[in-house]
């Protein structure tokens, strides 16, 4: 018998009496003559052993007390059987005779216990499962376990008897709580508030939560994406209705102080070369918005730290004071740090004050948390109580606005030589914002002007004292009318992007949530509005007057009263169902709560011909604590909400740069740049070589990054050499090409383990715009990309002169004939495409990178590290003759490390079979790099020419734009490259690049334009 079935056997008869041993054949012994009670032989009746049942069954059962026999009779317990049948001698092996007589009393009583114990066995459970479990598996059915009939006869009573147990019976839940209530938090605001001390939420956190991917970035907690498939949905949503994003985690710096100090300090931060300032007609006016990129005091066009947005408050405002002015700068978390530590240097404030905005109590400690939420009683089905009376408890507050921030650490900065304040408002308002035609109809359906209180009520029981008070001013009143008029009209515009780009217009409005539809509906314009109606077309050729861009939400205190006496939902709901009629609109008067908010007009795509004003939209900002109360309204008038990605996906088809991916020169682009390696690198390490791509044999050096610094040097030595074979011998020519290109290139090589660099020397002349022009470590490949990008200061920058972004704007573009071309940029007062304005480019600029878009010109989807690479003269010979020709293909490269991983390998199995008993290879030594199969190691080689289409520069965003129903991509070339492109090509095919995407060997033919 094979060891499975034993065990089967015995477990089926473990339960059987231990005096009592049954073989599977009972086969009399040789005599063949057992006794019975009265000692009389009989003759037993031979049985033939069933067959499959000549093996052994004796187990070890459970013992049964049974009274003594007697002396003379034969212990049962000593008889056993055969394995074949029969008798057997006891346990010491000595026959035994069998007696002539025994006791029947005696003998009664022993075979009454072995029957009772047989019984018990029988009835008694020898598993864990149920009746309907003991059948074999084609018996079952599912009903089974709750339908007692569905069983066989023979076991429904067994069945019913486990169902009526307590142990199978449904467990009573709380009558007080759902389930979804059961499974909550105790408080669930005090656990909101814990989870907020790494990264902040949003007011919308929650909605987010349950309808999007969320991510933790830039200190916040944000929804990248919905969970639906939406992507194009939210196409469709910016190009015809509406999109909704919460842009809440952008921060917000206010400079109060003179107009002139606050002008003259940051003048140093900006340059007109680069666009309009701070010191714009329009935007210090107050009645527009403006942009511009900061950079260090006096660094200019080096040393940028990001492009920001800035409001100024209007002047003559019913609450304004004469000579002081105040300024809200907008600007990206990751580059708040930096800005905000140059803002103090500037404007030399460098000592702390108070802030007037009040910080809410730091978040309790664990312990304070399980002290506070003690418990007296934890059963199930009774309403859990604290142990403090209600009266005495403090309710624990929701952090509304920067509650993470520590209350000990300063968020005002006051100069006492300038008087200019410098205060931090991060998270102390929310911004939305509305993307497309129909944002402008959202708003004035889901947005009412609030009622004018003259005064007749009893201020003293109304919370929101301020706008009784506001409203006994008749000038205020006035203006609140002509505010109300202007944004009536917003209605029935066809398109945001007929307004001019920057208006601000002021609002105080009621609570959105009373005029809250029942159901979901969608805003429509009413363009019957705007026909034949004067006072639209004034409002389209003048813009929003000055004074309507006042609003209370630039007075702190205002802010703070209407964030505190906010109507809770509960309230409010409350008040719903008192009503006579049940769905009418509920009237609240005074009561009512007053919302100042200011509406600023987005433009959309400014650049190109094409498209024009796509994507424009509106933008919110309003107290903090209304984020919910505008949010769900808005949706409820057809918004579809999108995440972070939505907002790239927009800011590319603008075709502007995005922060911080598209800035290279600022130091949160390079943050960026790292922390992509890093992801990036482990995402590619995580696949199997066979599953992955070689980039060493594709010719890609860097797939996951740009190396924008040894872009820029390689091109700049490229100049430099080109133009040595050019001139002639003379001194003066020599002195005049140094002077241009800097003293040639001198290769030292560093014995660093990972890094070699060929490190120019300084030159003596160096450009007065661009100082410090010195090159730095070359970058390695992938020890560069586990560790670093571009370290130390940045010593290339980005071509932001409008005057010369033009100028190269009107070169890229295809021209019939050269004569054609030189007459229509004489005609717009701009020289043509020579070799001394090319020198004049590079002599100011040796190491600048332009921003380019790209469209493909057929099939292809460009993606982010995409090589743009300059076409040879047999590409676009082919392109002339075959206008089908897709490109060509680069030659595949030889893999130098492959040999060298491979001895690594082989080297550690060889060490391994000598040392069995020691641990794995530890890491590499301290002069040997970890080399990966598929990247480059050690220094990086010449990257323009490394392929063989030399390299002009890199894409950072691309994809299938379904705005013109091909590839799309942006990125930087260098301007050294881009000259020598731009030269070198025919009128006819000027501004055409080939894309190879890292991954591929085909290139793709593009056309390069500068966007400006």
């Not at 006794?35 to 032989?41: C, D, L, S």
């Not at 037993?44 to 004796?58: L, V």
């Not at 006035?478 to 008029?485: I, P, V």
């Amino acid at each position: 018998m094979s060891n499975a079935k034993e065990r089967k056997h015995a477990k089926k008869m473990r339960n059987q009496p231990t005096n009592v041993t049954l073989s599977s054949g009972f086969v009399a012994d040789r005599s063949g003559k057992h006794y019975n009670g009265e000692g009389r032989p009989f003759q037993a009746q031979k049985q033939e052993p069933h067959s499959g049942t000549s093996r052994q069954r004796q187990t070890k059962l459970t013992s049964h007390s049974l009274p003594e026999p007697d002396a003379n009779e034969p212990s049962s317990s000593k008889l056993m059987f055969k394995k074949k049948g029969g008798w057997k001698a006891g346990p010491d092996g000595a026959s035994q005779e069998i007696p002539k007589y025994i006791t029947a009393s005696t003998f009664a009583q022993a075979r009454a216990a072995e029957i009772s114990a047989m019984l018990k066995a029988v009835t008694q459970k020898s598993s864990n499962s149920l009746v309907f479990q003991t059948l074999p598996r084609h018996m079952r059915r599912r009903a089974m376990s709750h339908n007692v009939k569905r069983l066989p006869r023979r076991l429904q009573e067994m069945a019913q008897k486990e169902a009526e147990k307590a142990v199978h019976q449904k467990k009573e839940h709380s009558k007080n709580k759902c389930h979804k209530a059961r499974r909550c938090h105790i408080n669930r605001t005090q656990e909101f508030n814990r989870r907020q001390k790494k990264n902040i939420w949003l007011e919308t956190h929650i909605w987010h939560a349950k309808r999007f991917h969320m991510v933790k970035r830039w200190g916040y907690c944000l929804g990248e994406r919905p969970t639906l498939k939406s992507h194009r949905a939210c196409y469709r949503a910016m190009t015809h209705r509406c999109l909704l994003q919460d842009l809440s985690y952008y921060c917000c710096l206010e400079l109060k102080g003179k107009e002139e100090e606050i002008l003259k300090a940051l003048s140093q931060m900006c340059s007109l070369d680069a666009g309009l300032t701070f010191a714009a007609v329009h935007c210090l006016s107050g009645k527009r918005q403006g942009s511009v990129v900061l950079y260090r005091a006096n660094k200019y066009p080096r040393e940028m730290l990001g492009p920001v947005t800035f409001i100024w408050k209007p002047e003559g405002t019913p609450s304004g004071t004469s000579g002081s002015r105040q300024l809200w700068i907008w600007l990206h978390p990751t580059v708040k740090q930096d800005i905000l530590e140059e803002l103090k240097t500037v404007c030399q404030c460098l000592e702390p004050v108070r802030s007037p905005v009040s910080i809410p109590s730091p978040l309790p400690t664990l312990s304070q948390e399980k002290s506070q939420t003690e418990m007296t009683d934890e059963k199930i089905g009774k309403k859990r109580k604290r142990k403090d009376d209600e009266e005495n408890a403090k309710p624990i507050k929701k952090i509304i606005g920067d509650g993470t921030r520590d209350p000990c650490q300063p968020c005002s900065w006051i100069s006492p030589n300038t008087g200019i304040i410098i205060s931090d408002l991060t998270m102390e308002m929310n911004r939305f914002r509305l993307i497309g035609p129909l944002s402008h109809s959202i708003l004035t359906e889901a947005l009412k002007t609030a009622s004018v209180h003259m005064g007749e009520e009893d201020t003293e029981e109304t919370p929101h004292r301020w706008w009784m008070d506001a409203c006994r001013s008749t000038e205020s009143v006035s203006l609140h009318r002509k505010q109300e008029a202007i944004f009536e009209l917003l209605g029935g515009i066809t398109s945001p992007a007929e307004i001019a780009a920057g208006t601000i217009l002021g609002l105080t409005v009621g609570d959105p949530r009373i005029n809250l539809p029942q159901k979901q509906s969608k805003a429509l314009s009413s363009p019957e509005k705007c026909q034949d109606n004067e006072q639209v077309r004034q409002l389209l050729l003048e813009g929003v007057p000055a004074e309507c861009a006042h609003s209370f939400i630039w007075s702190q205190v205002i802010c703070k009263s209407v964030t505190e006496n906010k109507i809770s939902d509960q309230d409010l709901n409350r008040m719903r169902s008192e009503l006579l009629v049940p769905g009418s609109q509920l009237v609240l008067g005074p009561r009512e709560s007053s919302i100042p908010i200011l509406l600023i007009q987005q433009p959309g795509k400014a650049t190109g011909e094409d498209r024009l004003g796509w994507g424009s939209g509106w933008d919110v900002l309003l107290p903090k604590g209304w984020g919910m109360a505008f949010w769900i309204p808005f949706i409820y008038r057809g918004a579809r909400v999108g995440g972070l990605k939505e907002g790239l996906v927009h800011s590319q088809y603008k075709k502007s740069p995005s922060v911080p991916a598209d800035f290279p020169d600022c130091p949160a682009g390079v943050l960026f740049a790292e922390e992509q390696v890093k992801n990036l690198l482990e995402k590619y390490k995580r696949r199997p070589p066979a599953k992955r791509p070689n980039y060493v044999k594709l010719g890609t050096v860097a797939p996951f990054w740009c190396p924008w610094e040894q872009l820029t040097q390689d091109w700049e030595s490229r100049a430099c050499t080109r133009e040595r074979s050019s001139v002639d011998s003379s001194p003066s020519s020599e002195e005049s090409d140094l002077r241009r290109c800097g003293v040639p290139h001198a290769p030292t090589p560093r014995a660093e383990a990972g890094r070699s660099e060929n490190d120019p020397v300084k030159s003596e002349v160096m450009d007065t715009e661009c100082q410090d022009q010195t090159g730095t470590e070359r970058v390695t490949g992938q020890g560069a990309s586990e560790n670093r990008v571009a370290v130390t200061s940045s010593h290339f920058c980005v071509l932001r002169s409008r005057t010369l972004l033009k100028q190269l704007s009107a070169w890229c573009g295809p021209y019939s004939e050269d004569r054609q071309a030189a007459r229509w940029a004489a005609g717009r007062g701009q020289q043509g495409l020579t070799r001394e304005a090319c020198l004049a480019f590079t002599d100011r600029f040796p190491r600048a990178l332009v921003w380019v878009s790209l469209s493909l010109l057929r099939k292809g989807s460009p993606e982010p590290h995409t090589m743009i690479c300059i076409p040879a003269e047999e590409d676009l010979l082919q392109l002339r003759q075959d206008q089908q020709y897709c490109g060509p293909q680069e030659p595949r490269h030889s893999d130098p490390f492959k040999s060298v991983i491979l001895k690594q390998k082989d080297r550690k199995k060889m060490e391994k079979r000598r040392n069995p008993g020691s641990l794995a290879a530890g890491p590499p030594e301290a002069g040997q790099e970890a080399l990966t199969l598929g990247l480059w190691s050690g220094a990086l080689p010449a990257v323009t020419s490394h392929c063989s289409r030399a390299v002009l520069g890199f894409v950072t965003q691309g994809d299938f734009s379904m705005a013109v129903g091909s590839g799309e991509a942006l990125g930087f070339v260098s301007l050294t490259g881009l000259l020598h492109l731009l030269c070198g090509q025919p009128a006819a095919e000027r501004g055409l690049v080939l894309l190879r995407p890292p991954a591929s060997l085909q290139y793709r033919f593009a056309r390069v334009t500068v966007e400006m």
